[in-house]
């Protein structure tokens, strides 16, 4: 009767190999931050005045705006 483990003990010893396991699949990593390339940026887009209309201003973009419909 000693010998037999509860279902606690099953589970924290499973939880603790998968651990171990995890751990040894992990140790072999690197990583690598290279950063000598550059970080890639996301282009921003700049809107230009039409060249053949004087004197115009361009605004932004409008954000568009998403309504708050509740979900049923």
Known sequence: M???KGVKELKAELKRAEMNAR???NDG???????????????K???Q???EVPNVGVNPRKKKM??????Y
């Open 49 to 51: 005045p039409p060249n």
């Open 29 to 43: 990593v690197t990583i690598s931050k290279d950063f000598a390339v550059g970080v890639p940026q996301k282009p």
């Open 2 to 4: 000693s010998e037999e």
């Open 45 to 47: 887009e700049k809107r």
């Open 66 to 71: 998403s309504e708050n419909i509740p979900f």
């Open 23 to 25: 751990k040894e699949a």
